[in-house]
């Protein structure tokens, strides 16, 4: 089971301030139904030109930073519409976590959802880091979520996140997951409901039979 709770490897520059959903994973990738090859959709259009051919010089088209799992964005990462695709493409094109002065609301929660792990740090910290790991591929980031410190070529820097975020990546938990972490309250919910108002209980199969039998 991958690490979550300590992430590192090389960080990548993405310089753009509002880079919103629809540039993280363009509308025509969007069509399966299921997550299937989202990653060929990452930052298509700054990765691509308008014939489909590669641009040599867009930071995650270079050969050294082939393996990138970090991102260094610029602030309201993930603003525009609520796809989640967005998170599943970055996650399936190798991204692990990526460290922002700020995020839209909704791509946060997507993210921390799906244990793509968000970090904010503040604007003087993220301007001279972009250009570290700019000057040298070499340079790596490590983020801590135990001790909620970011190391990086600059020195450390502390982050937050809520309680609730900080223990699904130490204990590598998705919303699902957390969720079924009490699935014993849940059950005990429930019984006493079905139990308060009957009528209730398996409403669906109950119809579906009904109208099946009709």
Not at 53 to 76: C, P
Not at 80 to 107: C, D, M, N, T
Request: hydrophobic share 40%; aromatic share 10%.
């Amino acid at each position: 089971m991958p690490d979550y709770a300590h992430i590192a490897g090389k960080a990548a520059a993405i310089r753009f301030e509002n880079l919103d959903t629809d540039q993280i994973i363009p509308k025509q990738f969007l069509r399966g139904i299921d997550k299937a090859g989202l990653d060929q959709g990452i930052l298509y259009d700054h990765r691509f030109d308008g014939s489909g051919n590669l641009r040599t010089d867009f930071v995650l088209n270079r050969s050294e930073y082939e393996g990138t799992s970090i991102l260094i964005g610029g602030a309201n990462f993930g603003c525009g519409s609520s796809r989640e695709h967005a998170v599943w493409g970055l996650q399936q094109f190798g991204v692990r976590a990526v460290i922002a002065p700020s995020y839209k609301e909704i791509f946060y929660s997507n993210a921390m959802n799906n244990r793509l792990l968000l970090v904010m740090l503040p604007r003087d910290v993220i301007k001279p880091l972009m250009n570290a790991v700019d000057a040298d591929s070499n340079n790596t980031v490590s983020i801590d979520v135990e001790t909620m410190h970011v190391k990086t070529p600059l020195g450390e820097h502390p982050f937050e996140l809520s309680e609730r975020h900080r223990r699904m990546f130490l204990e590598g938990l998705d919303i699902i997951g957390l969720s079924l972490k009490h699935r014993a309250e849940i059950k005990e919910f429930a019984e006493k409901y079905w139990c308060a108002f009957p009528w209730t209980k398996d409403v669906a199969r109950r119809t579906r039979d009904r109208l099946g039998a009709t």
